[in-house]
């Protein structure tokens, strides 16, 4: 079965500072992966996936995530946190090109003005 | 611009008190998922709709039932909560099913059960 672990239940960052969310996944065949942000109060919404080609995404407000086969790893960075980026954010993976969006249990991200 | 909208946003209930929660949507997707979200956990797929087509994930439960009587409105229904079934429920829409075309997604009910 698919599964999808976010290592990090709540980071706090100072504003600035880079962001490395971590997230590993489960599954052994062609992967499609996400990330999913939900500023409080807000719907989720998507920051940015992975299908195919190069495995440097990126996304909107700056974000990007490398797809790391080998380390079944999806994490996503920033290189400079503003305050507005505190926010949830999950990690998902949809196995194969019809399967169900798999969610990890989310990372909160605190930035300090 | 709200796009998927869920209704109310917070809802609370009794025990063995049949509850509906309701989720309409702007952007005229084929499909409309139900999503259940408990404290400090993943979002975990209920059901969907794909049209009028309705697929239940074999893990949900048989006392949480979905209808969609037209494209726009789709409804969560719970016929019997328990303490169990208190959690943030979402709603999505996307255009087609299992496939990787985006999921949007409306705030969420959070329901309480006493």
């Known amino acids: 079965a698919q599964s999808v672990s976010q290592h990090n239940h709540h980071v706090i960052l100072s504003e600035a500072a880079s962001l490395e969310l971590g997230c590993n996944y489960s599954?052994?065949?062609?992967?499609?992966l996400f990330w999913y942000v939900q500023y409080p109060g807000q719907h989720l919404q998507l920051l940015l996936k992975y299908f195919s080609g190069d495995p440097l995404v990126k996304g909107i407000k700056g974000f990007e995530a490398e797809f790391i086969k080998s380390k079944f790893s999806f994490n996503l960075r920033k290189p400079s946190v503003q305050w507005s980026d505190t926010a949830e954010y999950f990690c998902a993976v949809m196995g194969g090109s019809q399967g169900n969006l798999i969610f990890g249990k989310g990372t909160k991200l605190s930035v300090k003005p | 611009d709200a796009m998927v909208i869920q209704n109310p946003r917070y809802q609370v209930t009794q025990f063995g008190k049949p509850v509906t929660l309701s989720c309409s949507q702007t952007l005229n997707h084929n499909v409309m998922y139900w999503y259940q979200q408990k404290s400090s956990q993943a979002p975990k797929l209920l059901f969907h709709?794909?049209?009028?087509?309705?697929?239940n994930e074999a893990d949900t439960p048989d006392n949480f039932q979905s209808r969609r009587p037209n494209t726009s409105f789709c409804f969560l229904d719970i016929r019997s909560p328990g303490l169990g079934d208190a959690a943030m429920y979402l709603c999505a829409t996307s255009s087609r099913p299992r496939s990787t075309d985006t999921q949007y997604f409306g705030p969420g009910t959070r329901l309480t059960v006493l």
């Open positions: 599954y052994g065949g062609t992967v499609n």
């Open positions: 709709y794909y049209d009028k087509d309705f697929n």
